[in-house]
């Protein structure tokens, strides 16, 4: 177990929805990275929080949004859903950005869009 | 851009032997990270072992270590005396040290399968 956690495991909508995946680091972790892991597409990064601020952005769609609130959790917001964000989702925290600490990844949320 | 490749997409290996998984990435920075994560079927992503590019001295975890070739931008994993439980995807990673974003850049994968 890594200490980050990520709700809901499982997560099944249909095209054109919105959904919201949840992520809470390690006590401690002020930093969070959202990843997406797709068959075509392998493991990308799609952005990145520090201590509530956005730090960095990767391949994330502009129906996609992200935020961290006070409380260091970290939700992402996918909306107008296609078929191709099915996908499984990984959140990862670090103590903080730029150093020599590990990112402990989430169990991952998998999303399916019928 | 950094890009990192894995050019084995499958591997095998017998119970107890030793293999190798390859990994080689593209960056025009001198101080970095390289990463090696281990994904079950589980899909968890776990942390196998981590290499500093400032350090000469190649990695090691008990049966897991690493032949970094920093000139040739090498980055292979060698596993020890395999184990049934060692049979997952093995991702390469680098990611850019310092300044203020962290993020991980992955290759493809190998899929390593391990026989009894």
């Known amino acids: 177990d890594s200490g980050v956690t990520q709700t809901p495991k499982h997560l099944i909508t249909a095209t054109g929805q919105r959904v919201t995946l949840r992520c809470s680091p390690r006590?401690?972790?002020?930093?969070v990275y959202w990843y997406q892991q797709s068959l075509d597409q392998g493991l990308q990064f799609l952005i990145q929080y520090y201590n509530g601020e956005e730090r960095a952005k990767g391949n994330i769609l502009e129906r996609f949004s992200a935020q961290q609130f006070p409380d260091l959790h970290s939700e992402l917001n996918l909306s107008s859903l296609e078929l191709g964000d099915s996908a499984l989702y990984f959140c990862?925290?670090?103590?903080?950005?730029?150093?020599?600490?590990?990112?402990?990844f989430g169990p991952g949320t998998r999303l399916l869009v019928l | 851009a950094q890009t990192v490749t894995q050019s084995q997409p499958e591997m095998s290996v017998q119970e107890a032997e030793t293999v190798t998984l390859s990994c080689t990435y593209d960056t025009s920075e001198s101080d970095y990270y390289l990463f090696w994560y281990k994904q079950p079927p589980s899909r968890q992503m776990i942390l196998v072992i981590r290499q500093e590019a400032y350090k000469q001295q190649n990695a090691t975890e008990n049966r897991f270590s690493v032949n970094f070739q920093k000139a040739a931008k090498s980055f292979s994993l060698k596993i020890s005396d395999s184990q049934l439980g060692d049979a997952a995807m093995y991702f390469c990673a680098y990611r850019n040290y310092g300044g203020s974003q962290g993020n991980l850049i992955f290759g493809k994968g190998t899929k390593l399968s391990v026989k009894p």
């Open positions: 006590s401690g972790d002020l930093s």
């Open positions: 990862a925290s670090s103590v903080r950005p730029g150093m020599a600490e590990t990112q402990y």
